[in-house]
């Protein structure tokens, strides 16, 4: 932590800070600029983060030094972080090869989540993604068939051998959806609900955590480090745009935070287009561009009838438009010098 | 429901927008432009918002005629709702008189929090604010004192009179809140934790709904919708600053939001300028800012020793500094014909 | 200047970072950590802003300690600045009394503007505004009258006594501009040409520089420096609305930009409350709520048939709405302890 | 246009709108819903955005059917633009191939801009950037060379054959820039400066419009709108990064902006990685996905002793980088069926 004082600061208030930062435990070193002096404070800066440093008379400001998060952090771990999701040998996301999730957005009844699985087996994803619990802005939307949903994935599962991703929304959902899932996800909404971060965080399946859609790169992390501390290894970092002043799109796919994840922590990160955007017709570029991004899986939203879809159905791509798409998506990771 | 047809729609294309539309029970209405057709849909607009009706062939854009919220809305309450919040007769929010509330950031131990409910009582809050369970974003951040917490609250409840609000984080949570606290607070990262505004709507306590710090106006009513559609009349809307571009306070505190609310909804408005600005030193003139673009009732931090606070101490007002606002907010809000 | 190093920086990489900042004139003192090292640079900051620092190999950041502005900030002037806009004792910015500015959004004919003129002037206000060159999103829009438009505008003061302000977009309109005006507004599109910024910065008359819809605070104050810099001291500083993910009005009205401008130039803030909010309604309310957040001004748009105007009709007060709100902000100007 | 009309609307209210719509000129035709009727206006949209239709009582919301740009629409043109830069085949920006611009931030002496312009020819590139004039946020920043750099800018075409594209800060330096420069930019500062778009609409050279770091999409259409509706149809549009909450980057890349931007217009669009991250760490892989988000080409800065840069040297990257990157966004582009 380093300490910036006021150009006009007096001996007294100087030596106030350091009696503050020493009765912690910490060391300080101070350098006298030709305008201001600077007091650098050598030890943990997590005791100094719970301090009000900034109101002690005479600071200006102060700057940390350390990085909040450790677990998540590259420091952390030698090598990338790569999390099964299935028994059968490419059902992983991180590593070389880059995966495809594709699905509903909303589980609807039995048929339609077979047929859509089948398909989007077929054409190439390794893990099944539905929602049986649905954050919606309004309470009078669909809300999602809950257990019953939770069911079909179960069964969609079973015919296809395909893993399922499901959103937790409540701790108190956990028990009855480990039951039937494979794969967790927290969505944009909860990114910063910490109850529901620490459950899953004493999960034994993998959490997909999605980005707050204002959540700074940095929130992400630290809501990663709270799965983490609480002893689940397995977290997706999962983009799926941001909100901005444009209105063009539903959200602004920020695929700039696939390199600059990659380069601050360990964990795998992947991009959701469809939510991003919120209209069909341009989720295959971005899902190209992300694939050239450095993105370890796509999570693409894939119905088999999108016009009767009970959510979302603008955003979906038809089972025909998906299984066109992989192969070219294939093409670009080829390019890349990576597997699909 | 209006419907904007391309330029180029068929007479195919038309029918088939036609038939779907009438499937759904309402009826249509064509208007014939220079070059484009407009579909007038009558009825109710929340069956045709559950529909994609964007992925018809031929749609250019769909506008709602209707708001999506009702039980929110001014045209739903005939008069202003007040939220009684304690027994007194002032401990009310909504209605002519403007309220203040006050207390530390964080409940740090019995005597801290005595001294400083004792202070702002005596300086002329009406409700004491004080957080047992804290949202951080770090998960090596202070949590709260939880029980020990909550129990505080009561104690200071006792020896001042003064009813208490404290956030609720996870709906587990809430039976032992509602034991010990006069008014529940969801938090800005909580504002669409659906789970939650569903749990808290079943309460008897009022509800204290903080704008999420991304949520536009309309998210706010709607995650307000939640709480009413449970049937918990007694909502209390609170502006506590925005993510913007600039980073000069920690939030951008967005004034406007209570005029802009005010005009849509019968519900109490109010303004925390301490979360919004991170910074004591502009807690004042943003306070009395507040009382003059119409807020029902401030939310100030106040803490007794802001440099020894375990989170935000920054941005706390000694005692001394609030009890020397009240009377200047005061006098705006006479200047502005209402009461404090 | 501090330079924070790598946790695994070698002594030569900080061997080469020392030369390179003492290459150019500035000592260095260098503070070991337990994990990190960093290293002080004292001097003229200003030298090493144009060095490409983060890019020498073990720095892992670098933070500035003295401000980049400097005949813009607090600490240049002793005292707050006043300008003087006209002659008359009450035509100043700045200082004790806060002052209205009013007028039409455009100027579109002599009598319209005569009329408003004359009903502003009654009602309070002390300067008259007007375009005669207008910014318009779409080159299809009303343009403005140009020069027979600045000859109203001096026609109007001939007849109100009234100094007029009016907006410059090209340098080359300047003179023209200066033959009529008795301020020179530079718009939020603007804030950003810095040709036109020391242009303006050049001329004798005062400048009204607006906040870009997308500007920092810090980014304002810089381009107040780029017309101080030329010798022009009279800048007045606006905040107008920024851009933000909201929609329910024009813009989000910053009105915390009012004291946190206020602490770090001396230069006077005013708001404009019509071209923030583009909605006649709520105008009223946040100008009450600019008085009280501390501006020394308000920009209020008027014209006498807001339905019939070519530009933004939409959101301007009518003289008597105007008429009956001044008195309004007399009296929160009071309760703050200022005149009006 | 729609007028939504409030659900209380009387009749005279009604007839009202009608006349004033009338009057313009328009025909209206009423659909009366069960709770709102609604106004469809038949005729040119333009002339009703000219009138305050909000302001009339009785509106609820006017909903434009007709874009406001033309010139710049897909509908307006039925082949795609391609923009000739150069005598030399390749040198056109737009059609199937993809083009690399490449060069320093500004032009700092001769020798640099050589060796950099033949190192970038080399490796690949169609076009030499370089800035003689810089937009700089601060006064005291370097500047630009002026007419100096722009002699440089030709001797480096002469050398290399490549054209040059260089920014105009001011409608006054256009004569001279245009004497040395193959294709203007208008910088993101500048994409609301409407008398230098204007201006550039005159001229005879190409214009690269970069996005104003705040501009929607759709006032980035309008800008090129005003460019094209002076009589120049070579207009080129960039993506640069906008402004948002997220700091971890200097701007958030909007990839999704160039197919949004695709259906819309019928430009070629480009997008420059260097500027909207600030780092260049993170510029070859989001130069790699701004490839397979179909841009139709790049401009990067590459400087070849970035340390010693005079602006922005951080983000520039070396020549030998540089000729690195070229072949693998080859690479994307002959996975998604283009050239390079």
Redesign the interface.
């Known amino acids: 932590m ?1 300490i ?1 004082t006021n ?1 006009g600061i007096t001996q007294d208030q100087l030596d106030h800070i350091r009696e ?1 930062v020493e009765a912690r435990g910490m060391r300080t ?1 101070i ?6 002096t ?1 007091i ?1 404070c ?3 800066d ?1 005791v100094l ?4 440093l ?3 008379p005479g600071v200006q400001s102060v ?1 940390p ?2 990085k ?2 450790k677990l998540a952090s590259r ?1 952390f771990s030698a090598c990338l972080t790569e999390v099964r999701v299935g028994d059968a040998p490419d059902q992983v996301i991180g590593g070389n090869a880059i995966a495809v999730i594709a699905g509903p957005c909303s589980v609807e009844n039995r048929d339609m989540l077979r047929e859509t699985a089948l398909s989007v087996r077929d054409a190439g994803a390794i893990m099944l993604r539905g929602g049986a619990f649905k ?8 809300q999602g068939l809950r257990e019953e949903g939770l069911r079909f994935l179960a069964e969609a599962r079973a015919t296809t051998g395909l893993p399922v991703v499901t959103e937790v ?4 959902d956990l028990p009855m959806i480990e039951k039937y899932a494979d794969c967790l996800q927290v969505g944009t ?2 990114m ?4 529901l971060l ?1 459950e899953v965080g004493r999960s034994s399946l993998p959490v997909l955590l999605k980005r ?3 959540a ?4 992400l992390i ?1 809501s990663a ?2 799965i983490l ?1 609480e002893g689940n290894s397995n977290v997706i970092l999962c983009e799926r745009g ?8 539903r959200y ?9 994840l990659k ?1 601050k922590t360990h964990l795998p990160v992947i991009v959701d287009p469809t939510h ?2 919120g209209l ?3 989720v295959p ?2 899902s ?7 993105a370890d899986a796509l999570m693409i939203e894939v119905h088999d009838s ?9 955003q979906a791509l038809t089972p025909e438009i998906f299984a066109e798409l992989v192969p ?1 998506l294939r ?2 990771a ?3 010098g990576r597997e699909m």
Do not use: C
Not at 192 to 195: E, K, R, W
């Open positions: 380093i910036i150009p503050q070193r350098t006298r600029g030709d305008k201001q600077i650098g050598i030890g943990d997590d983060r719970e301090m009000a900034h109101r002690l700057v030094v350390m909040p998060y420091q954050p919606r802005t309004s309470p009078y939307s669909f929304m409540d701790p108190r909404r909860n910063h609900n910490f109850s620490k707050g859609f204002s700074t790169i940095y929130d630290m480090e709270y501390n941001i909100r901005t002043f444009d209105n063009s799109a602004t796919l920020d695929l700039s935070a696939v390199p600059i380069s991003a955007l069909r017709e341009f570029q971005m190209l561009a992300a694939v050239a991004a450095g999108p016009e009767q879809a009970k959510s979302d159905g603008n070219r093409g670009v080829a390019a890349i």
